[in-house]
């Protein structure tokens, strides 16, 4: 199928950024309206085609800029504190590239990255419901006598998929005996055409936080797909990388956004809301209490936006010199950002109607949207867990495990 051609070309770091605070401003205008009503994005969506922002990673030697995940992390930052949902939409795009980096052959790059350098956008079909574990994918892509795979399964949560020209489907290989999937069956990443037979998408998803990003089910009948369109995942895991840091890098970025997003809508609100008759002042900027609270949110969120550029650099780092110690130093440094992000979006979001007031809880101001995204976006994984890996780092100097969410 044919993608829509990216009309800008991002010829350096400073084009990506400043690019795409322009698009937040855009995008931001009429985000709590999509919200309200669920308004699809599909123009904020095709104009981020259209940006050249989707061909950011591409490697300079297939025509791109290689831009460093400090900049990609900047970018989703800046259109999360507009529209969160919009800016999850194209996470799962940036994850897929780096496989195809790793693991695709040359002649797999080289058309996936012309893919996208022409204003394609790749989306996830990974996630799965039912009782088996979550590293489990009961979807299955089978070989066939011809060469190529039949895709056959159920996902869901599927981020941004109604709006993708290729699907990305993670299955696990089946061996021929049968036997069900476990947590150990080899998986592959399976690149789907939007258009192809057996490809259904049902816009289901019913959040109540990050409602635009049309997270809902794909149905894969027997879906064919030729062997180039077969990248190997689980190989990814056998060395040092940083897929796992990158992916989670840019979930804290779309965190930090949010909380960004939050504070400064409190302060705005802050500046409308009636004075409390006790603080004897004629202003809430000058009520002791709300200065208080204004200055522990500028704190939380500053240091969230520190340590999610501390972090980048480490990615970056990391991937230009893949070593066992630089790959798990990035990965704790991310995880750390990512505990720092959730905090902050948290607090902000809820923060924010103290500060604005009573009139801030109003229906018609939608400004729960924070909060309800914040708490929907950092459900996506348990910082939990991360806290236990930047434990184990910090007192024995145990590497944290190789894998997505890490």
Known sequence: MTAPAATEVVTSAADAVALAHRLSVEFGADASARDSERTLPHDQVRALKESGLL?????????????????????????????????????????????????????????????????????????????????VDATTLTKTESGDYLLAGRKFYSTGALFADWVIVRASVADGSGAAPTSSTPKALAFVPRDAPGLQIVDDWDGMGQRTTASGTVTLDDVRVPEEHVVPFSPIFAEPTTYGAQAQLLHAAI??????????????????????????????????????????????????????????????????NPTADATADASIAVAVAK?????????????????????????????????????????????????????????????PPRHGQI
């Open 255 to 320: 965190d930090v956004g949010i909380a960004t997003g939050a504070l400064e809508e409190g302060v705005r609100n802050a500046a409308k809301a009636r004075p409390h008759f006790e603080a004897r002042v004629d202003s809430t900027a000058d009520d002791p209490t709300v200065v208080a609270l204004a200055g522990e949110l500028v704190v939380t969120v500053r240091g969230a936006q520190a340590l999610l550029a501390d972090a980048a650099r480490q990615v970056d780092a990391a991937r230009a």
């Open 339 to 399: 505990v720092a992000a959730v905090r902050a979006s948290l607090e902000a979001s809820a923060a924010l109607f103290e500060l604005g007031g009573t009139r801030s809880a109003s229906a018609s101001g939608n400004l729960s949207r924070y909060w309800r995204d914040a708490r929907t976006h950092t459900l996506h994984d348990p910082v939990r867990w991360k806290i236990q890996h930047i434990g184990r780092h910090a007192l024995s100097g145990t590497r």
């Open 55 to 135: 061909a950011l990673t591409v490697p300079e030697e297939f025509g791109g800029v290689d831009a460093p995940f400090e900049v990609v992390s900047e970018v989703f930052r800046s259109i999360a504190e507009a529209d969160p949902s919009l800016a999850q939409i194209p996470h799962s795009h940036f994850t897929f590239l780096e496989a195809v980096r790793l693991k695709g052959t040359p002649s797999q790059q080289s058309f996936f990255y012309g893919v996208v350098r022409g204003g394609g956008l790749l989306a996830n079909a990974q996630s799965e419901r039912g009782p088996h574990p979550i590293d």
